[in-house]
């Protein structure tokens, strides 16, 4: 039978075995099990029982792990914040979610203490002594509150349950090929999809987990060198900038089996400048609300279909649905549905949304992603934007994805982004952020845009800025450039 708590096992099965890297120091997977008794022994002195959440405030560090793995000892449900939001939106988070009890990691106590006066630092975390007798704790029961990334409207926070995560790190593992000897480098923020996108299932098989704080280029890539990961695994703006580290040319990078790009679609380029240093490549793809790895993709088909996302994961069912409801056909975009074990219970308080996010169609229950995506004749995957993105110019469908590849293309090109605003001649039109590596002329991009896409889809604005907005997993915020917009244009 599967249990919530394999930590346990794994620990009696591999006791002296590397499991975690931090700040110079390893632990063993016994170390990370004890940890987890003294973090619910801590909680339960603190008052915490099964279904209450707790906060955690921090850079990345072994304290996700710790409340992450106590949590089949007490039930409680581990509520990581976004460290890179402002106070005024982190209290909204927290009014929201009401934890029981608030940690902060070094650089948050005062944050954290105008959320919560009683907050308390990390280290208290691991003061607890006697571990609790263990919670009565099952697959559907909630193990995270993980907030997604919306910016507009009510905070909704996805509940995930134990099944979500014991079953998304066996069909990793399964579909990626993991073993116990990889290693990868956590550098993506733990409060988002780093816990469950590799770090649960290489630790579920008995591998290696680094722990980076905060990703810095340099000190990544001195990473990779020293602990020679097997695995890299980052958000593209990310391989962007490790391309442009100094030393990376020289890297020596041939233990590397792969690299995977999560979070948005890859640029070609930067695809490419790691194949040209035999780092084979391929592209992720997952949400928050669906077990984070939804598709796979054998590396050798990656590298011929390298915009495909490949096919679902085992246990993992996918439709196109069309406006109108019926089934998109071959090479036609519709709304991505998924269904199978690694959806989420729900949005924690939120019974609008979870009317909107779930489609029951009389024998399965239907997860709405929201993107939009088409397949070709041999049932691989392409993700072409959000569906909110997607605008319509002069009656044309444009999806940014396709512009945005389009602008990547072009060697100046750093970063770029589009998105639709109004026109009162076709509706909507096309706006280009671009972020360049040299000086260029606005109408020299478009020219080349029209060498290459049709004239209708060719942005009629292009906006070049010193970089663009991020989100704390590293995506780049295309409301904030639409805010951007009609703040200085309107919007009509």
């Known amino acids: 039978m599967l249990e919530p708590n394999w930590l346990e096992r794994l620990a009696g099965y591999h006791p002296r075995r590397q499991a975690v890297w931090f700040r110079g120091e390893w632990l063993t997977y016994a170390e990370l099990y004890q940890r987890a008794q003294r973090a619910a022994a801590a909680l339960r002195d603190l008052g915490v029982g099964k279904g209450d959440r707790v906060g955690l405030l921090a850079w990345n560090h072994p304290a996700y792990l710790d409340?992450?793995?106590?949590?089949?000892?007490?039930?409680?449900?581990?509520?990581?914040?976004?460290?890179?939001?402002?106070?005024?939106?982190?209290?909204?988070?927290?009014?929201?979610?009401?934890?029981?009890?608030?940690?902060?990691?070094?650089?948050?106590?005062?944050?954290?203490?105008?959320?919560?006066?009683?907050?308390?630092?990390?280290?208290?975390?691991?003061?607890?002594?006697?571990?609790?007798?263990?919670?009565?704790?099952?697959?559907?029961?909630?193990?995270?509150?993980?907030?997604?990334?919306?910016?507009?409207?009510?905070?909704?926070?996805?509940?995930?349950?134990?099944?979500?995560?014991?079953?998304?790190?066996?069909?990793?593992?399964?579909?990626?090929?993991?073993?116990?000897?990889?290693?990868?480098?956590?550098?993506?923020?733990?409060?988002?999809?780093?816990?469950?996108?590799?770090?649960?299932?290489?630790?579920?098989?008995?591998?290696?987990?680094?722990?980076?704080?905060?990703?810095?280029?340099?000190?990544?890539?001195?990473?990779?060198?020293?602990?020679?990961?097997?695995?890299?695994?980052?958000?593209?703006?990310?391989?962007?900038?490790?391309?442009?580290?100094?030393?990376?040319?020289?890297?020596?990078?041939?233990?590397?089996?792969?690299?995977?790009?999560?979070?948005?679609?890859?640029?070609?380029?930067?695809?490419?400048?790691?194949?040209?240093?035999?780092?084979?490549?391929?592209?992720?793809?997952?949400?928050?609300?669906?077990?984070?790895?939804?598709?796979?993709?054998?590396?050798?088909?990656?590298?011929?279909?390298?915009?495909?996302?490949?096919?679902?994961?085992?246990?993992?069912?996918?439709?196109?649905?069309?406006?109108?409801?019926?089934?998109?056909?071959?090479?036609?975009?519709?709304?991505?549905?998924?269904?199978?074990?690694?959806?989420?219970?729900?949005?924690?308080?939120?019974?609008?949304?979870?009317?909107?996010a779930f489609v029951y169609d009389g024998e399965r229950l239907w997860l709405r992603t929201g993107d939009l995506a088409y397949q070709d004749a041999e049932g691989r995957f392409y993700i072409v934007g959000r569906r909110k993105e997607m605008f319509i110019s002069g009656g044309e469908n444009i999806y940014p994805v396709e512009v945005e590849r389009a602008l990547y293309d072009h060697p100046a090109v750093r970063e770029a982004a589009v998105v639709g605003v109004p026109d009162p001649k076709w509706g909507e039109v096309g706006v280009a952020f671009v972020a360049l590596k040299e000086p260029l002329e606005a109408d020299v991009l478009r020219a080349f845009l029209r060498e290459r896409l049709a004239g209708y889809k060719v942005p009629k604005h292009i906006v070049l800025l010193p970089e663009l907005p991020k989100s704390g997993p590293g995506k780049v915020q295309k409301e904030a450039l639409k805010r951007m917009w009609e703040a200085e244009h309107g919007q009509a």
């Not at 923020?189 to 280029?217: D, K, W």
């Not at 442009?244 to 400048?273: K, M, Q, W």
């Not at 993709?297 to 011929?304: D, N, Q």
Request: charged residues 20%; hydrophobic residues 40%; negative net charge.
């Open 67 to 356: 409340l992450l793995f106590a949590g089949p000892l007490l039930g409680h449900i581990l509520t990581p914040f976004n460290h890179r939001l402002s106070l005024a939106e982190l209290r909204t988070l927290y009014d929201y979610a009401e934890p029981r009890v608030l940690f902060y990691g070094e650089g948050f106590q005062e944050m954290a203490q105008a959320l919560d006066p009683k907050a308390l630092p990390l280290e208290v975390i691991q003061e607890g002594e006697e571990a609790p007798e263990e919670t009565q704790v099952d697959l559907e029961d909630p193990a995270l509150l993980l907030f997604t990334g919306g910016t507009t409207g009510l905070p909704k926070g996805a509940l995930i349950p134990y099944r979500q995560l014991l079953v998304n790190a066996i069909q990793t593992a399964f579909a990626w090929g993991l073993s116990r000897e990889d290693r990868y480098i956590v550098a993506t923020p733990m409060f988002h999809a780093a816990l469950n996108a590799l770090a649960t299932p290489l630790l579920y098989l008995g591998g290696s987990v680094v722990i980076q704080e905060r990703f810095r280029p340099e000190e990544y890539l001195e990473l990779v060198v020293t602990y020679r990961p097997t695995i890299l695994f980052l958000v593209p703006t990310m391989f962007q900038m490790l391309l442009e580290t100094p030393g990376f040319a020289e890297a020596d990078l041939s233990f590397v089996r792969f690299a995977i790009s999560g979070g948005a679609p890859c640029p070609a380029p930067v695809r490419e400048a790691f194949q040209r240093k035999g780092v084979r490549f391929k592209q992720g793809y997952g949400l928050t609300e669906c077990g984070v790895n939804c598709f796979t993709l054998e590396l050798e088909e990656a590298e011929v279909y390298p915009e495909s996302v490949g096919r679902p994961m085992p246990h993992l069912r996918a439709r196109l649905v069309r406006e109108d409801g019926e089934e998109a056909p071959v090479g036609e975009a519709g709304e991505l549905w998924l269904s199978g074990s690694v959806v989420m219970k729900g949005y924690f308080q939120r019974p609008e949304e979870n009317a909107k």
